[in-house]
């Protein structure tokens, strides 16, 4: 059994959608399980329609609903080409929008929006494009059959970004995919959407599809996990920063999932964890070309001092300074207990005797956490950070990458510097303009002088 999905840009159209149909058809006795997002674009429609509503524009947002609406009939009737299944799929979706249409009126009410009705709209994309795909197979002469996503990904009710229950999931992948895997079915279900207790809609939150696949994969225990995408594979750095990124075809679960949580937009940070947890190699396509040799992700892979370069832009850095730390149990502990209280994840981090320095990407609620951390001490913030990664295995055994990476940066200034303690990540906090500057002379000195 494999699990096979296909990001926003692989299903975005007719003509998309028919060459995911070629793809799982080539691997039906491998027993694959589809996971789709939303078309192309269409969640962060979604989720503009609903703040639009919220915010008194109930005509602009009933415009996006329209839109939106005739771009997934369009669709629906590009590829079942007039048959009975386009009519009955067509009332479907119309029926779903209307419903959308109602729900931006309540909005529009309301004046304001909550993280559960926010659930309720951003899955509905993938609840749709899932039932698109599942009937373009059947359109093709393939036993697809449609799950809802929601009776399988069982999450707590942290709406917006909600934590997955495995052991719920496995059982519910047991009783709804397991079963139609053995009758020889295809399985077609929406990543990023789940349900509460009670069968409330959640969202796993942005990029979520892929960590439905990892979860589907630990599940079911899926012999590999497949991500189709727009690129070759994982690159040696982001191609729209450095257009001659080359392909790696091989690379560990530690040095993907360093590359995932540092900027690699590959593949979703959490993708990771569930296809390391149970041994699972995860591959990553480029739909556009399946015969590629595409990246695959494993314990083992050859060891080098420098495997690619990441960054990644608009980071907050927070920076304390306290006398009372020096020589103080706890105090640390005490100060990340901030973070956990306002549900804020730190990156990088850097300490002294009497110093800690962060960096943040989400700064939904830096003003809290500065109020909170102004008990300890003197507490100053710079917006417009950036992070460069440098990742590979072998970074730390003694070869002259480190020194090598302050080399090739030249002039540009390093406010923070952190070696992890795996040994494989050297990260640096720089100015977020210099983010890409320091990309194209880190990986010039790494790669194509080399090459």
Known sequence: MIVAKFGGTSVADAAAISNVVDVIVGKQASGPVVVVSALGGATNVLLDLAHKAAGGELLAALQLVEQLRDRHLREVHALLAGTAEADELALEISTSFDELAHLAEAFRTLGYLTPRSLDTVAALGELLSSQIVAAAFRHRGYPAVWV????????????????????????????????????????????????????????????????????????????????????????????????????????????????????????????????????????????????????????????????????????????????????????????????????????????????????????????????????????????????VAIVGAGIADGSRAIADAFVALGPIPVYMASLSATGINFTLVIDDEQVVPAMQRLHAAFFEQAS
């Open 148 to 387: 809802d996503a929601r009776d399988v990904m069982k999450t707590n009710d942290f709406f917006t970004r909600a934590e997955p229950d495995v052991e719920a999931i496995a059982l519910a992948s047991q009783e709804y995919l397991l079963p139609l895997l053995q009758q020889g079915k295809i399985p077609v279900m929406g990543g990023f959407v789940g349900s509460a207790p009670g069968r409330v809609t959640t969202t796993l939150g942005r990029g979520g599809s892929d960590y439905t696949a990892s979860l589907i994969g630990a599940a079911i225990e899926a012999t590999a996990i497949e991500i189709w995408t727009d690129v070759d594979g994982m690159l040696t750095a982001d191609p729209r920063v450095i257009p001659g990124a080359q392909l790696i075809e091989r690379i560990s679960f530690d040095e993907a999932a360093e590359l995932a949580a540092f900027g690699a937009k590959v593949l979703h940070p959490a993708t990771i964890a569930p296809a390391v947890q149970r041994g699972i190699p995860v591959f990553v396509f480029n739909s556009r070309k399946p015969d590629g040799k595409g990246t695959m992700i494993a314990f083992d892979a050859p060891r080098l001092p420098v495997r690619a370069i990441a960054g990644k832009r608009s980071t907050t850095l927070v920076k304390l300074r306290s006398s009372r730390m020096l020589l103080a149990p706890g105090f640390l502990r005490r100060v990340f207990e901030v973070f956990e209280t306002h549900r804020t994840s730190v990156d990088v981090v850097t300490t002294s005797e009497v110093s800690v320095s962060v960096t943040l990407d989400d700064a939904t609620n830096l003003g809290a956490i500065l109020q909170d951390l102004a008990a300890f001490g003197d507490v100053a913030v710079e917006r417009r950070s950036g992070i």
